[in-house]
């Protein structure tokens, strides 16, 4: 069994005793987080709670991206399977990020700083509760809950697998409602894989900031992996000095998914506009598509990107999957255009699949059989490794066995 330390474990490690030990220990006032990030005290019914707060117009990019879609989530909603995300409006999500005190989850672990964020009238507002002492954190999921009761739906990224468990098990523990609870739950991260997996190296909130929305933060961001140990420091010494870096990325983190929202969305609800440059990220949304059952659109956005200069091995893969779905759709003449096309690369898979074509849908043998021996000539001429080249070599045999026979040879 793996021992994961609770937050409690750790601040005795560093000689801070807990809450539950004794009352809140006195910070300094020189360094006091209230000196070190704008904001105010909050009361709640469980006590005070640290808020800062930021405002940005609707109109505010990030980079590239508005922080707002002028559009519907419909495709959004489709591919999430809840109908509801389109039938809200974005002024009913709210958008969420933690910092915690680990990663390792369960009771041990608690989000110290919680960012959250919903469109109010003409501006994007970013409220960012902090607690000073562990002992502060059900007026933190007050002030949070508060925040967040006009809302109908939750924004996060990676957030279903970590950042709302996290937080319903704080609920849980300190007998206060889950605020989110019966949300609508939008997760961008599963999206954004299915977006750019095959374009960029990574999918990470940052990464996609740099080379989808063209952001680049400050230096006064810090990486994510001190943020724990820059909160213990923090309640160790009282200086909050290192914590404007902490408030700084949680900020940026939350602005990021709304401008990230609006691009997908911008992206699924009108490709042709110019949001989308890559040929490989027209054919992930034709993959998208098509997946939804919306083959028409997933043929056009095929086609779009194989106007881009793919690479060799990207190009067979869109062709490919082309001319499998004019096939589905009962376009014949034009899956055979491609195949042909893709033949004429040196596609192995396009020989077998005109040699299929002509076999069963024409009925032509001659042709069905030009076609298995151009086949066989691609195997024995490609460096194809020993177990492929034995695969094709095997059913390119078979199908020629079965059309020598039809044939009469």
């Known amino acids: 069994m793996v021992?994961?330390?609770?937050?409690?474990?750790?601040?005795?490690?560093?000689?801070?005793?807990?809450?539950?030990?004794?009352?809140?220990?006195?910070?300094?006032?020189?360094?006091?987080?209230?000196?070190?990030?704008?904001?105010?005290?909050?009361?709640?019914?469980?006590?005070?709670?640290?808020?800062?707060?930021q405002r940005f117009s609707n109109s505010h990019l990030y980079g590239s991206s508005p922080l707002l879609s002028s559009f519907p989530l419909s495709v959004i909603a489709q591919w999430a399977n809840d109908p509801a995300i389109a039938s809200r409006p974005l002024s009913k999500f709210a958008f969420l990020d933690t910092e915690t005190s680990g990663l390792a989850g369960g009771t041990g672990t608690y989000a110290f700083l919680v960012g959250a964020a919903r469109f109010v009238e003409d501006a994007f507002v970013v409220r960012q509760f902090f607690m000073r002492d562990p002992a502060e954190e059900p007026a933190l999921l007050e002030g949070l809950a508060n925040f967040l009761a006009p809302c109908e739906g939750l924004v996060t990224f990676n957030g279903k697998a970590f950042d709302a468990p996290l937080l319903s098990t704080r609920y849980r523990l300190h007998q206060i409602p889950i605020p989110y609870q019966g949300y609508s739950h939008l997760d961008l991260l599963p999206l954004a894989r299915?977006?750019?997996?095959?374009?960029?190296?990574?999918?990470?909130?940052?990464?996609?900031?740099?080379?989808?929305?063209?952001?680049?933060?400050?230096?006064?961001?810090?990486?994510?992996?001190?943020?724990?140990?820059?909160?213990?420091?923090?309640?160790?010494?009282?200086?909050?000095?290192?914590?404007?870096?902490?408030?700084?990325?949680?900020?940026?983190?939350?602005?990021?998914?709304?401008?990230?929202?609006?691009?997908?969305?911008?992206?699924?609800?009108?490709?042709?506009?110019?949001?989308?440059?890559?040929?490989?990220?027209?054919?992930?949304?034709?993959?998208?598509?098509?997946d939804l059952g919306r083959w028409e659109e997933a043929a056009r956005l095929f086609e779009r990107g194989l106007e881009f200069g793919l690479d060799e091995s990207d190009f067979s893969a869109a062709v490919k999957r082309l001319s499998i779905l004019q096939k589905r759709r009962g376009d014949l003449e034009?899956?055979?255009?491609?195949?042909?096309?893709?033949?004429?690369?040196?596609?192995?898979?396009?020989?077998?699949?005109?040699?299929?074509?002509?076999?069963?849908?024409?009925?032509d043998v001659k042709q069905?059989?030009?076609?298995?021996?151009?086949?066989l000539k691609q195997v024995e001429k490609s460096d194809l490794p020993a177990y492929v080249r034995r695969h094709w070599q095997e059913d390119i045999a078979h199908r020629m066995e079965r059309l020598n026979h039809k044939a009469g040879i």
């Open 334 to 363: 034009e899956a055979v255009r491609l195949w042909e096309a893709a033949a004429r690369r040196g596609h192995l898979y396009a020989f077998i699949e005109l040699a299929k074509f002509y076999e069963h849908t024409q009925r």
């Open 194 to 290: 299915r977006l750019w997996r095959e374009r960029l190296e990574s999918r990470a909130l940052k990464f996609l900031e740099e080379h989808v929305l063209g952001f680049t933060r400050s230096s006064e961001e810090v990486p994510g992996y001190e943020i724990p140990w820059l909160y213990f420091d923090y309640l160790r010494t009282g200086d909050a000095r290192p914590l404007g870096g902490v408030f700084y990325h949680n900020a940026m983190d939350v602005a990021a998914m709304a401008a990230l929202l609006a691009h997908m969305n911008d992206m699924l609800e009108t490709p042709y506009n110019g949001k989308v440059r890559h040929g490989l990220d027209f054919v992930a949304l034709g993959k998208l598509f098509e």
């Open 3 to 53: 021992y994961n330390p609770s937050l409690a474990d750790k601040l005795k490690t560093l000689g801070v005793k807990t809450a539950r030990a004794l009352p809140t220990p006195p910070k300094s006032d020189s360094y006091s987080i209230d000196s070190v990030v704008a904001g105010t005290f909050l009361p709640t019914p469980r006590g005070e709670v640290f808020v800062a707060e």
């Open 368 to 375: 069905a059989l030009k076609w298995t021996r151009a086949a």
